[in-house]
């Protein structure tokens, strides 16, 4: 008896010490072997941010410039936006061909509130207490799905709307989310709920946008230049102090995380990155983010008149809110459902996961962002036209997400590849558009078949994955 307890304990003790510490040479091993059974990750994006830039360079010599280069965070950071929205519904296998004139249309209300002073007034009657009704409505129903946020966000819109607070730009951005999380809230329920199809159901909703914006802006569009908060998110920038302040911040919190998570792991007996693989890539990353803000904070104008630089405020949004997705979708238990449910959506509802509180809530964040992306969009566009949102600009965020490396298919994808495949999109119209003889039928040739490629390997990945 003492034996065969003492050979249990000694397999016990033999487990626990089994543990991995990943190296340097561990996390190339790791990646070639995800890329070798059909994970490419970030790599197509990484390549294509690489290829366009030799191409465009030698289509003209404007394009690596400091000038040029720093006008990129502000032209694609809508993209940008929008696509990380998409990237929490496309994690489940879902579509929200809606997004981008949700976003439209949320920024068309905020722009009539800030422009005529008072919504209820600038409306017509039938209108306005329609808003107001589709806030109330979204907000019980909310409630009754429990998606907590959602309704705090709604609730905080329509507070903001009856109070008169979105006469005042901040404000009328704060509603224009909480419109957009309102949207996020039916397109969820008809999605999780009434069970149709999702692309079915933002497809319609991606018409019935177009027309109630028409009914915000009144069939006028509205200038947003001269709302200097709102002109600024896209067309200024932070000052040299607060760009290195802003990098600073950034890259000692990313390496204090790493470096405590490592050592936590190790005194704990877990599997944990070693301290030189830690010191290693935290070295990398520090390194990119000091020459970019180099970069950024030299003088980028083309005269004696005025200076330009500074990180732009466009590229630190939309890097607070990549961070900020990163750590909901890693960090926490509702991003650990989502992954599972975009992997196999039964198994996870057999593990006890609310499905459709999942589905729901990503519907509500995809529509959030989508409404804060209509708002970037009309500040790099300078105002809120009548069909603002529509065309290419959802197809456009879609192909973001795809050429980044988020799955058509469910279950994989992160928010940086939003980030990296809006800047392969961006780089497409800014290098075209530095040639004066190249029309704007070769954006769209070169968009689709970028995209196409992106999704073929995302379907061949998939593929080997699935035989492996």
């Given at each position: 008896?003492s034996?065969?307890?003492?050979?249990?304990?000694?397999?016990?003790?033999?487990?626990?010490?089994?543990?991995?510490?990943?190296?340097v040479?561990?996390?190339?091993?790791?990646?070639?072997d995800?890329?070798r059974g059909?994970?490419?990750g970030?790599?197509?994006?990484?390549l294509?941010?690489?290829?366009?830039?030799?191409?465009?360079?030698?289509?003209?010599?404007?394009?690596?410039?400091?000038?040029?280069?720093?006008?990129?965070?502000?032209?694609?950071a809508?993209?940008?936006?929008?696509?990380?929205?998409?990237v929490?519904?496309?994690?489940?296998?879902?579509?929200?061909?809606?997004?981008?004139?949700?976003?439209?249309?949320?920024?068309?209300?905020?722009?009539r509130?800030?422009?005529?002073?008072?919504?209820?007034?600038?409306?017509?009657?039938g209108?306005?207490?329609?808003?107001?009704?589709?806030?109330?409505?979204?907000?019980?129903?909310?409630?009754?799905l429990r998606?907590?946020s959602?309704?705090?966000v709604?609730?905080?819109?329509?507070?903001?709307?009856?109070?008169?607070?979105?006469?005042?730009?901040?404000?009328?951005?704060?509603?224009?989310?909480?419109?957009?999380?309102?949207?996020?809230?039916?397109?969820?329920?008809?999605?999780?709920?009434?069970?149709?199809?999702?692309?079915?159901?933002?497809?319609?909703?991606?018409?019935?946008?177009?027309?109630?914006?028409?009914?915000?802006l009144?069939?006028?569009s509205?200038n947003?230049?001269?709302?200097?908060?709102?002109?600024?998110?896209?067309?200024k920038n932070?000052?040299?102090?607060?760009?290195?302040?802003?990098?600073?911040?950034?890259?000692?919190l990313y390496?204090?995380?790493?470096?405590?998570?490592?050592?936590?792991?190790?005194r704990?007996?877990?599997?944990?990155?070693?301290?030189q693989?830690?010191?290693?890539?935290?070295?990398?990353?520090?390194?990119i983010?000091?020459?970019?803000?180099?970069?950024a904070?030299?003088?980028?104008?083309?005269?004696?008149?005025?200076?330009?630089?500074?990180?732009?405020?466009?590229?630190?949004?939309?890097?607070?809110?990549?961070?900020?997705?990163?750590?909901?979708?890693?960090?926490?238990?509702?991003?650990?459902?989502?992954?599972?449910?975009?992997?196999?959506?039964?198994?996870?509802?057999r593990?006890g996961?609310d499905?459709?509180?999942?589905?729901v809530?990503?519907?509500?964040l995809?529509?959030?962002?989508?409404?804060?992306?209509?708002?970037?969009?009309?500040?790099?566009?300078?105002?809120?036209?009548?069909?603002?949102?529509?065309?290419?600009?959802?197809?456009?965020s879609?192909?973001?997400?795809?050429?980044?490396?988020?799955?058509l298919?469910?279950?994989?994808g992160?928010?940086?590849?939003?980030v990296?495949?809006?800047?392969?999109?961006v780089?497409?119209?800014?290098?075209?558009g530095?040639?004066?003889?190249l029309?704007?039928?070769?954006q769209?040739v070169?968009?689709?078949v970028?995209?196409?490629?992106?999704?073929s390997?995302?379907?061949?990945?998939?593929?080997?994955?699935?035989?492996?």
């Amino acid at each position: 008896m003492s034996t065969t307890t003492g050979s249990t304990a000694e397999r016990a003790s033999e487990f626990s010490l089994d543990v991995e510490r990943r190296d340097v040479r561990g996390a190339i091993r790791e990646w070639i072997d995800r890329l070798r059974g059909g994970d490419p990750g970030a790599l197509p994006s990484i390549l294509g941010i690489v290829v366009l830039g030799i191409i465009f360079s030698q289509v003209s010599s404007r394009f690596l410039t400091s000038y040029n280069i720093g006008n990129l965070p502000g032209q694609g950071a809508y993209i940008a936006v929008i696509g990380l929205g998409l990237v929490f519904v496309l994690l489940l296998g879902e579509i929200d061909l809606s997004a981008g004139t949700t976003g439209g249309m949320a920024a068309g209300f905020a722009a009539r509130a800030v422009f005529s002073g008072d919504l209820h007034g600038a409306l017509d009657a039938g209108v306005y207490w329609s808003l107001l009704g589709f806030l109330v409505a979204a907000l019980a129903l909310a409630v009754w799905l429990r998606t907590w946020s959602g309704a705090a966000v709604i609730l905080i819109g329509l507070v903001v709307i009856l109070a008169n607070l979105d006469k005042h730009v901040f404000w009328a951005i704060i509603a224009a989310v909480g419109i957009g999380a309102a949207v996020g809230v039916f397109t969820g329920f008809l999605v999780a709920k009434v069970r149709i199809p999702s692309f079915v159901v933002t497809l319609a909703l991606f018409l019935a946008w177009q027309g109630v914006l028409l009914f915000a802006l009144n069939s006028q569009s509205i200038n947003t230049s001269n709302f200097d908060l709102w002109n600024g998110l896209t067309q200024k920038n932070l000052s040299p102090t607060w760009s290195w302040v802003f990098t600073i911040v950034v890259l000692a919190l990313y390496v204090g995380y790493t470096l405590i998570k490592s050592i936590t792991a190790q005194r704990a007996g877990l599997a944990a990155d070693t301290l030189q693989l830690v010191v290693v890539r935290g070295g990398v990353v520090s390194a990119i983010g000091i020459v970019l803000t180099v970069l950024a904070n030299r003088n980028r104008s083309s005269n004696q008149y005025g200076r330009i630089e500074g990180i732009p405020w466009a590229a630190v949004i939309v890097v607070v809110l990549m961070i900020a997705c990163s750590i909901g979708l890693s960090k926490t238990q509702w991003g650990r459902h989502l992954y599972a449910t975009g992997g196999n959506a039964e198994a996870a509802r057999r593990a006890g996961i609310d499905v459709d509180h999942v589905r729901v809530s990503a519907f509500i964040l995809c529509s959030s962002f989508g409404a804060f992306g209509g708002i970037l969009l009309a500040s790099q566009s300078f105002s809120v036209s009548l069909n603002l949102g529509a065309g290419n600009i959802l197809l456009f965020s879609v192909a973001a997400a795809v050429i980044g490396g988020t799955s058509l298919f469910g279950g994989r994808g992160k928010p940086r590849d939003a980030v990296l495949g809006a800047l392969v999109i961006v780089m497409i119209p800014n290098g075209l558009g530095l040639k004066a003889n190249l029309g704007p039928q070769y954006q769209q040739v070169i968009t689709g078949v970028v995209l196409l490629v992106a999704a073929s390997v995302d379907a061949i990945s998939r593929r080997r994955t699935a035989k492996g």
